[in-house]
Structure formats: structure tokens, C-alpha cells
């Protein structure tokens, strides 16, 4: 079963604007990853963030965590048509120690 | 480093026969972890094979099996194709597996049973 959820199921923007995508889990994690995925190809990594930090930055990415919640968000800042991809949230859960995924966002940057 | 390679990148089976996949991870990873990924249940956890032994393994029947070999490649079999079993099988590769290690994902094989 899946452990987390996107919101929204798909975004649709112009190149040059931010992106935000969230993602909401249901049990204890040890982090959180995201993946992008262009097109139903192989997933890749993108950031984690561990149970213990509420924000973290890469590049252009800016991933916060907020464990109270149980919720993760990825902002995406000046997008660009290459960012065009599915983007899944990935808790790494405590029970089962596994990584599971959610249902994935559905990026479409328009230039 | 030359990337996780799975084959065949295709398939096309036929109800109640079976299939293995392969799996080839990133040279010196010992972990790697096998997801299905459809429509109607997105990414899934199969299992993971870490050092030849299953370490861990998801909420899937018994029809698919995996191994490990001492190169650490791995192959993923289903048993008894059924109609469902049609997904992107995609594998995943680590240096030791577990929560902080980033997984790489190999493109995916994509089975079709008709």
C-alpha cells in the first residue's frame, strides 16, 4: 500500500515559475526522498531529508518536513521545460524499514 | 560508473506463463530493490536482496521470487503470469541498502501479459 500522497495530482506552469508540490504520509518515517521520473523511464533521486531536519536545499529544490504532520513539500523556483517529469514523494518508513512511494505529481512546464 | 542496466527492456507474455527479469546493479553496490509500478497502484516495494539474502520483502504472493548472485546481479521471477502482473519492474541499487544509502534506478523492464 502506499505510505505517502501527492497533492496535486498534476501542475501545469510557465517556464520561470515556481512549483510546489506536496506530499502527506502515515506512520513514522526515519527521511523522505523525492524522485523525479521522466515518462515512464527509470526514477531519480532528487533529495532526502532526514526524520530530524525541517528544511534542506538543493540547486534549485527546497524540500521542509514537518513531521507533526506528517507532510513534505518540494518547491521547484524557476522552472524550466526540462523539469517536465512525474515527481514522487518517497517515506522511508520505520515499519518495514522500506522505502515506499506515493502516487506521484505530474509536473508539466510550459515554455 | 556505468549506470543499473535491467533486461529485457520488453516483454510480452501470455497468461499463466513466467518470466525473469535481470537486474545488473552499479559496480560495487551490494543492495538491490525490486519495485512494480503501475497505474492503479503506482510504485510498489517488492523486495530487496542485499549481500546474496533477502533482507526484506513487500506485501506481494509468492509467484514472484527473486535471487541474488555472488556479482550481486539479481533476477526477479514471476510464476503463473496473471493479467495484473502487467507493470514497469523497475530495480534499484545501493551501496548498502537502508535508509540514508540514495537508491539508483535502473530504466525498467516493461512486462505485458495478455
Known amino acids: 500500500s502506499q505510505q505517502g500522497e501527492e497533492d496535486p495530482q498534476a501542475l501545469s506552469i510557465q517556464e520561470g515559475e515556481n512549483a510546489t508540490m506536496n506530499c502527506s504520509y502515515k506512520t513514522s518515517i526515519n527521511n523522505l526522498q523525492w524522485y523525479r521520473q521522466n515518462s515512464g523511464r527509470g526514477l531519480v533521486h532528487l533529495i532526502l531529508?532526514?526524520?530530524?531536519?525541517r528544511e534542506k536545499h538543493s540547486g534549485r529544490l527546497r524540500v521542509t518536513l514537518d513531521t507533526s504532520k506528517k507532510s513534505s513539500s518540494l518547491l521547484i523556483t524557476a522552472s524550466r521545460a526540462a523539469d517536465t517529469a512525474s515527481y514522487f514523494c518517497?517515506?522511508?518508513?520505520?515499519?518495514?524499514?522500506?522505502?515506499?512511494f506515493g502516487g506521484g505529481t505530474r509536473l508539466m512546464v510550459k515554455p | 560508473k556505468a549506470g543499473v542496466t535491467q533486461t529485457p527492456r520488453y516483454l510480452i507474455k501470455t497468461r499463466g506463463q513466467q518470466v525473469t527479469l535481470s537486474c545488473s546493479p552499479i559496480s560495487g553496490h551490494r543492495s538491490v530493490s525490486w519495485y512494480q509500478q503501475t497505474p492503479g497502484q503506482g510504485l510498489q516495494f517488492l523486495f530487496e536482496?542485499?549481500?546474496?539474502?533477502?533482507?526484506n520483502k513487500g506485501n506481494f504472493p509468492g509467484r514472484f521470487s527473486g535471487r541474488q548472485f555472488s556479482n550481486s546481479r539479481s533476477e526477479m521471477n514471476v510464476s503463473t503470469l496473471e493479467l495484473g502482473d502487467s507493470a514497469l519492474y523497475l530495480c534499484?541499487?545501493?551501496?548498502?541498502?537502508?535508509?540514508?544509502?540514495?537508491?539508483?534506478f535502473g530504466p525498467g523492464t516493461r512486462l505485458t501479459v495478455l
Open positions: 536482496y542485499f549481500s546474496e539474502t533477502q533482507r
Open positions: 518517497a517515506p522511508f518508513i520505520n515499519a518495514g524499514n522500506m522505502l515506499t
Open positions: 534499484a541499487s545501493s551501496s548498502q541498502g537502508g535508509p540514508y544509502n540514495e537508491q539508483f
Open positions: 531529508i532526514r526524520s530530524n531536519e
